[in-house]
């Protein structure tokens, strides 16, 4: 990732006309995807924190309303959608944060919701990782040290947002972590029988 003069960023009238052209469609519009442009743009000329954390608290609550929504109807995220993987990238944010302040119940939860209703492969399989994790007891920091391969991560790559390469294969690190796996899976099954009674 080239470094970025961030004084200079922040007296460019170009970038500076594009960003309070994009705070107005914001403001106007309900795009996640374009509420996580403005949330980067912000990051990129390092805003106040609580300017990042007020856009990122609307992020979250939207892409809830959203993601109850898409469980609710059987409906899936298709992250080659912009504004579908903008709700996942709000909803895996959020449960990173919650992972990092040993909240991990709720981590689970969401990692577990995510798994449910994404269809990418590879995310899907992470997302399962990440929540069997959390129920083996690997603390926040043990997760990030001691199974993931963070360093690797392409930052151009959309993907890049959620976390999906492991020092193992995840089929052989979901086999390492069996035990939980087998219960995730049934809490899975439970909420997919759930979901076609409700059709």
Do not use: C
């Not at 960003?19 to 309900?30: F, M, Q, T």
């Not at 709000?90 to 577990?112: G, K, P, V, W």
Request: aromatic share 8%; net charge negative; glycine share 2%.
């Amino acid at each position: 990732m080239d470094s970025v003069d961030i004084e200079a960023l922040k007296k460019d009238p170009e970038f500076l006309e594009n960003l309070k052209k994009l705070e107005d469609e914001v403001a106007n519009s309900d795009s996640l995807a374009k509420l996580y442009q403005l949330i980067d743009a912000k990051l990129a000329i390092e805003a106040s924190e609580d300017e990042i954390n007020e856009l990122f608290q609307r992020a979250v609550g939207s892409a809830f309303n959203i993601l109850s929504s898409k469980i609710a109807e059987a409906k899936n995220l298709d992250l080659s959608n912009p504004e579908e993987w903008a709700v996942a990238r709000a909803i895996y944010e959020h449960a990173i944060e919650r992972y990092s302040s040993n909240d991990t119940n709720a981590a689970q939860e969401l990692f577990l919701a995510l798994n449910f209703t994404i269809t990418n492969s590879e995310v899907k399989d992470a997302m399962l990782v990440h929540a069997a994790a959390v129920g083996t007891g690997y603390s926040f920091d043990d997760f990030f040290n001691k199974l993931t391969k963070v360093s690797d991560a392409d930052f151009n790559d959309p993907m890049a947002v959620f976390v999906i390469d492991f020092v193992q294969p995840t089929d052989i690190l979901l086999e390492i972590m069996k035990e939980e796996v087998v219960k995730l899976n049934a809490r899975l099954d439970k909420l997919k029988k759930a979901q076609e009674q409700a059709k």
